[in-house]
T-cell receptor, first 112, second 115 residues
Framework: DADVTQTPRNRITKTGKRIMLECSQTKGHDRMYWYRQDPGLGLQLIYYSFDVKDINKGEISDGYSVSRQAQAKFSLSLESAIPNQTALYFC???????????FGPGTRLLVL | SQKIEQNSEALNIQEGKTATLTCNYTNYSPAYLQWYRQDPGRGPVFLLLIRENEKEKRKERLKVTFDTTLKQSLFHITASQPADSATYLCALKKGSGGGADGLTFGKGTHLIIQP
């Protein structure tokens, strides 16, 4: 089984809808991250969390919110989706004191 | 502003040759630099990490160099194979004082190994 899973893998939604992307991990890592990837723009950090009580904004947090429900779960919400949020979204984890990040398979989101 | 630059054009290399990818950065004093591989539609996979006080790191057919004076890292794949075809991303972790955030990624270089 994959260590970092994301659901759904693909999602089509309409402008103005609220959606949630979920990430779960079995690696036992305390740090979790959400990135988005757009063609030609690379990965951009949205939010990150170093433990259950710690939430931090990344470089492009506007329009997004997150919830760290447990050490193993980190959800990303789009409160009112807009077309320019169409992108590939990745969750990643790392252990404190370790620099390597482990990425999930991604969620492809299309906002119409 | 801080920038990470990787060659945006695809790099075509003949099988068996050495592929060399470049990562340049400005306005950073990174504690370390990482290289990741990304296949289409999949998440990046960690390959190598090199710290600011290291000049070179090797792992099997992979070699990374890090020149903090030139603000550049080179990523080499020797004896390249078609299976090495992918996009390669470099990522920086900021130095002291900026520890509370994730990695900053370059846009990646698409490597194509031709049989």
């Amino acid at each position: 089984d994959a260590d970092v899973t994301q659901t759904p893998r693909n999602r089509i939604t309409k402008t103005g809808k609220r959606i949630m992307l979920e990430c779960s991990q079995t690696k036992g890592h305390d740090r979790m991250y959400w990135y988005r990837q757009d063609p030609g723009l690379g990965l951009q950090l949205i939010y990150y969390s170093f433990d259950v009580k710690d939430i931090n904004k990344g470089e492009i947090s506007d329009g997004y919110s997150v919830s760290r429900q447990a050490q193993a779960k980190f959800s990303l919400s789009l409160e009112s989706a807009i077309p320019n949020q169409t992108a590939l979204y990745f969750c990643a984890t790392s252990a404190s004191g370790q620099e390597t990040q482990y990425f999930g398979p991604g969620t492809r989101l299309l906002v119409l | 502003s801080q920038k990470i630059e990787q060659n945006s054009e695809a790099l075509n290399i003949q099988e068996g040759k050495t592929a060399t990818l470049t990562c340049n950065y400005t306005n950073y004093s990174p504690a370390y630099l990482q290289w990741y591989r990304q296949d289409p539609g999949r998440g990046p996979v960690f390959l190598l990490l090199i710290r600011e006080n290291e000049k070179e790191k090797r792992k099997e057919r992979l070699k990374v160099t890090f020149d903090t004076t030139l603000k550049q890292s080179l990523f080499h794949i020797t004896a390249s194979q078609p299976a090495d075809s992918a996009t390669y991303l470099c990522a920086l972790k900021k130095g002291s004082g900026g520890g509370a955030d994730g990695l900053t990624f370059g846009k990646g270089t698409h490597l194509i190994i031709q049989p």
